[in-house]
């Protein structure tokens, strides 16, 4: 069986990411990848693309990462009200000013997306979407609209950050079972909890998926072909106080330290 761990959406967020990485290294997971977005919104998105680096994690360019990458100006973000378009501009500036020239290089060299195989299922690792990296598959998107998606991909297994809500959603496609994992966030969730997440996938046989993931109630299962899926969900608590002090210190809006505690 494959343990793989992921994680996405760090947002310059040091303390959140190595609580979640001290927590996927005392698990038995094989491979971590982290699904992009490792910087803007939070205090120290140098310290967290040094962590990233030194540590050879496998990253996709996240929407956040190619626009401060890129150098363009702004991030391909949605934001819904006056004041998140008012913090979001606020966030690129600090992002782009405080990163070194190395740093922006780097982040523009990360690619769209990671492709593996286990048994048999195709995995694709994207940060938005299989066609864009800033689409927001919510966790009400229809069958249909996945369904197309991942197929036109030719992936059963769609690995995906940005919308900052875990999720695992399972439906038909035309070779069985089709899923859609969604790691949430571990620098600025926004499923209700403010603790930094990341998500376990797991691919191997019915006996050894289900042994596996049968003490954490969060976990979904179902069967592809002989192989079957498995989602596990992880929040990881963090000194949440400590970095709210840090945005302040740098001169990050308050509303966005705000939101950290809201989760």
């Known amino acids: ?50 962590c990233i680096r030194e540590r050879a994690i496998p990253t996709i360019q996240g929407n956040y990462d190619e626009g401060i990458g890129q150098r363009r100006g702004e991030c391909g973000c949605y934001y819904a009200t006056e004041q998140a378009r008012l913090d979001g501009a606020a966030s690129y500036e600090f992002t782009e000013a405080v990163l070194n020239d190395v740093d922006h290089e780097w982040l523009a060299r990360l690619p769209q997306e990671i492709r593996l195989e286990h048994a048999g299922v195709r995995l694709l690792l994207a940060h938005g979407s299989p066609r864009k990296n800033n689409e927001y598959l919510l966790p009400d998107r229809s069958d249909d609209q996945l369904r197309r998606l991942a197929e036109s991909a030719e992936s059963d297994v769609v690995c995906i950050g940005h919308v900052h809500v ?15 994992v969604s790691s949430g966030s571990v620098g ?17 046989s019915e006996p050894a998926v289900r042994e596996a993931a049968a003490e954490d109630s969060a976990c979904a299962l179902a069967g592809t072909t002989d192989t079957w899926v498995g989602f596990t969900l992880h929040h990881v608590a963090y000194d949440i106080a400590s970095v709210q002090a840090h945005m302040a210190q740098v001169g990050l809006p308050l509303s966005l330290a705000e939101a950290l505690a809201r989760g």
């Open 166 to 180: 875990p999720y695992h959603r399972t439906l038909a496609g035309s070779r069985g079972q089709l899923h859609y």
């Open 188 to 204: 600025k969730p926004k499923d209700g909890d403010p603790r930094a997440c990341w998500v376990e996938l797991l691919i191997g």
């Open 1 to 50: 069986m494959r343990r793989i761990a992921l994680f996405s959406d760090v947002h310059g967020n040091l303390p959140a990411l190595d609580a979640v990485l001290a927590d996927i290294d005392a698990s038995a997971t094989d491979s971590i990848f982290c699904l992009g977005d490792l910087v803007g919104y939070g205090p120290d998105p140098a310290g967290v693309i040094e």
